[in-house]
């Protein structure tokens, strides 16, 4: 079947994306149709079935990566309960050292203790490369020739973002992080 419809051919892109574990890009959407939808056109028609799904529990939303479904922020709490593990928590260390590389990328870890005012550890750093947030970029060109970190797609992917233009600023994001410090705090011992 050869789709012929702008309805037709809304409902290969509506399934291609609702089973694709990744967001799409618009290359690969076009691909599906032989010969190629027009760039143009495909945006046209993601734009009306993101108007088709407006409303519902699930949106069609543009990332860095493509088009993806995914859930609405407001539905996510109903959601979570049908989770048996939590989501990772990260100490004040690796959120701070994520956010000086996604604010001022891209940094060296010199760049990073320079702004932090503390050591950065490797395990940091390892924490955020394992989750594919970050990823070493190139070197600075000075002696010793350091490492450069900078964010990547599944970073800004996993935050919902198309660009790093995105990023909200430095004092809202600060109050929306969930911050849980790997070493407990001082405790007070009574006489």
Do not use: C
Request: aromatic share 6%; proline share 7%; hydrophobic share 40%.
């Amino acid at each position: 079947m050869h789709p012929s419809t702008p309805s037709q051919i809304k409902g290969i892109l509506e399934t291609a994306l609702l089973v694709a574990a990744r967001a799409v890009s618009l290359a690969e959407l076009a691909r599906l149709f032989d010969p190629p939808i027009h760039m143009d056109m495909l945006r046209k028609l993601l734009d009306e079935l993101r108007g088709d799904w407006a409303g519902r529990g699930v949106e069609l939303v543009q990332v860095a990566s493509g088009w993806r479904f995914q859930t609405r922020p407001e539905m996510q709490g109903y959601l979570d309960r049908l989770k048996q593990e939590k989501a990772p928590r990260y100490s004040r260390a690796v959120l701070e050292t994520l956010t000086i590389i996604a604010y001022r990328q891209p940094v060296t870890r010199g760049d990073i203790e320079d702004v932090r005012g503390v050591a950065v550890s490797t395990h940091i750093l390892r924490v955020l490369e394992d989750r594919g947030w970050i990823d070493l970029v190139g070197h600075r060109d000075v002696p010793g020739r350091p490492a450069l970190y900078a964010t990547t797609r599944k970073f800004l992917d996993d935050l919902g973002l198309v660009s790093l233009a995105d990023l909200p600023p430095l004092p809202e994001l600060e109050n929306n992080l969930e911050i849980d410090d790997v070493e407990p705090a001082p405790t007070q011992i009574s006489e």
